[in-house]
């Protein structure tokens, strides 16, 4: 099973940006495909945006031209790139390998009005 471990949520201003990483400790992480999700208070978890091993991205209508999900082979990290953050995008978001059951722990993102 691979491990993950995401960093970079915190609390941030409506408008406002943040990077989130996610560190992964597979031999070969580039045949990975893999995926952001979030899950808000009371909500079930939903996915964000995810990335194919040739580096294919798919996004949730609501992140569109707003989030962009990047990876880093050499590192094995994958990114999200989140901008003009809204509080609805408040929430713990967590990186997963697609397909598998590897989860991180989840990062925290705050965004207040």
């Known amino acids: 099973q691979v491990q993950l471990v995401e960093s970079g949520g915190g609390l941030v201003q409506a408008g406002g940006s943040l990077r989130l990483s996610c560190a992964a400790s597979a031999i070969i992480f580039s045949i990975l495909d893999m995926g952001w999700y979030r899950q808000a208070p009371a909500k079930q978890r939903e996915l964000v945006a995810d990335?194919?091993?040739?580096?294919?991205?798919n996004y949730a209508d609501s992140v569109k031209g707003r989030f962009t999900i990047s990876r880093d082979n050499a590192k094995k990290t994958v990114y999200l790139q989140m901008s003009s953050l809204k509080p609805e995008d408040t929430g713990v978001y967590y990186c997963?390998?697609?397909?598998?059951?590897?989860w991180g722990q989840g990062t925290q993102v705050t965004v207040s009005s």
């Open positions: 997963t390998v697609k397909g598998s059951r590897s």
């Open positions: 990335i194919t091993s040739r580096g294919s991205t």
